[in-house]
């Protein structure tokens, strides 16, 4: 459910735009056996990116235990520079 805060994703597009930046590239990689994390890290190894943004909020526990924990996995595996933003 989207609150009245969060970005839509033609938002993204249309900041780019504004800005003159290529229209970035939506990817979706589906993996049997591999977490989001890996993904995130795959896809940014494939195309050959050079910083990963995102964001991190607070979980309680039982969340964290059932959705996995994708700062942990993209943090202890990083092989780019990741910016964080809480």
């Not at 993904?39 to 991190?56: F, T, Y």
Request: proline share 3%; with cysteine.
């Amino acid at each position: 459910m989207l609150r009245s805060r969060d970005i839509e994703p033609y938002d993204l597009l249309a900041c780019c735009s504004t800005h003159g930046f290529l229209k970035p590239k939506e990817i979706d990689s589906i993996g049997k056996g591999i977490n989001v994390g890996e993904r995130i890290l795959n896809a940014a190894a494939d195309h050959s990116c050079h910083l990963i943004v995102m964001g991190l909020d607070n979980r309680s526990r039982v969340r964290e235990w059932i959705l996995g924990d994708l700062s942990k996995t993209l943090l202890q595996s990083m092989t780019v520079p990741i910016l964080l933003s809480h």
